[in-house]
Every structure is written in C-alpha cells, then in structure tokens.
C-alpha cells in the first residue's frame, strides 16, 4: 500500500501544510530514539528535497543533540482528519542556531515565535506515503498557547539560562550544539 518517492510533491506539499501537529525522530548510533510531536505553524518546506522548523525551547534538546553525531532523521505527518494518509519524509539533518549567516538566510521564512532555540533543516531523499486506515479521527480545537507563554514571561536572559541548564545535553549525554556555546 506504501508508494516511495524521491521528493516533495505539490499535493504532498498541500498535505503538509493542513497538518497541525507533525512528528520528528531521530537516533544517536548508541542510547535512546527520539520521537517529537511538534506543534504550531513551525514547519516550512524549502524546496522538493529541503524542509526545516523552527524549534522551540523545550524540556530537552533530543533532536539536535542526535544530529550533532548522526544526521538521519524522519518526519511524519498524519491525516487526523479526512482522507486517511501517513505521509514520512526520510533524509539527512543538521541544527542551525542563531547568529550564524544560515540563520539570518532562514528566519524570514518563519515567524520567529517566543523561546525559538535553533532550526533543524533537513535535505530529503525519500518520501513515503501509506495508507493511514487504522488511525482515528481526531478533532483540532486549537494551539496550546502554554510554551509560548511560559518562554514570553521567563525572557531572554532566563531562557539562556534554562537552555544551559535543560538543553545543553542530550538524556544520554550527548553535547548539543546550543551546549557547545556554552563551553
């Protein structure tokens, strides 16, 4: 039932774009897999084969930290909501932090939302849909407003701060980029 493709299509393009929710994993070559919900309108698909989102400052720092040892990475998108698809993106990433001339060339893609940390830019090289029949329909009602709440009040210097405290590993010890600039 899966169909593979080599790049992005437009109605894989339309299909991104009405999801609210997408999922991130990725994996050191030794410790744990991370998967990631992320929601809000974070996602941008660059070109066919390019996508990156605008990661928020969050509990952990999983994602980045496994890219900074071993670029693979997924994402995937599920249809909630009316015609069933699984849709997966398959490639290879990489962090992009502020103050560096990639960030400055990405962020007028994005709106930059309260307690941005970096982007994960990923350069794709399979698409890969399937059928979704057996997931169930679930009902969007809204953003949760409560991160970016929570990083508007806490302000840039205690962000830092948290971001050097919670983010500047991985659970399984893995220096991340954002704790490189620590060191």
């Given at each position: 039932?899966?169909?593979v493709y080599d790049s992005i299509k437009p109605d894989h393009e339309t299909f991104i774009r009405e999801q609210h929710?997408?999922?991130?994993?990725?994996?050191?070559?030794?410790?744990?897999?991370?998967?990631?919900?992320?929601?809000?309108?974070?996602?941008?698909?660059?070109?066919?084969?390019?996508?990156?989102?605008?990661?928020?400052?969050?509990?952990?720092?999983?994602?980045?930290?496994?890219?900074?040892?071993?670029?693979?990475?997924?994402?995937?998108?599920?249809?909630?909501?009316?015609?069933?698809?699984?849709?997966?993106?398959?490639?290879?990433?990489?962090?992009?932090?502020?103050?560096?001339?990639?960030?400055?060339?990405?962020?007028?893609?994005?709106?930059?939302?309260?307690?941005?940390?970096?982007?994960?830019?990923?350069?794709?090289?399979?698409?890969?849909?399937?059928?979704?029949?057996?997931?169930?329909?679930?009902?969007?009602?809204?953003?949760?407003?409560?991160?970016?709440?929570?990083?508007?009040?806490?302000?840039?210097?205690?962000?830092?701060?948290?971001?050097?405290?919670?983010?500047?590993?991985?659970?399984?010890?893995?220096?991340?980029?954002?704790?490189?600039?620590?060191?």
């Amino acid at each position: 039932m899966g169909t593979v493709y080599d790049s992005i299509k437009p109605d894989h393009e339309t299909f991104i774009r009405e999801q609210h929710l997408f999922f991130v994993g990725t994996a050191a070559p030794d410790g744990h897999v991370n998967l990631s919900p992320k929601g809000h309108d974070v996602f941008r698909i660059l070109s066919p084969n390019r996508v990156a989102y605008l990661d928020l400052t969050g509990s952990g720092n999983e994602t980045s930290a496994h890219l900074s040892v071993l670029d693979r990475i997924t994402f995937m998108f599920v249809a909630f909501e009316g015609k069933p698809l699984i849709l997966r993106l398959y490639g290879r990433g990489k962090v992009v932090l502020p103050d560096t001339e990639e960030w400055e060339v990405l962020a007028p893609r994005f709106e930059l939302m309260p307690g941005h940390r970096q982007m994960i830019v990923a350069d794709i090289d399979i698409v890969k849909t399937s059928c979704g029949f057996s997931v169930p329909f679930y009902s969007y009602e809204g953003e949760r407003e409560t991160l970016l709440q929570w990083a508007g009040n806490k302000g840039e210097e205690k962000l830092t701060e948290y971001r050097k405290a919670k983010n500047a590993t991985s659970m399984d010890g893995i220096l991340t980029p954002i704790g490189e600039k620590f060191l």
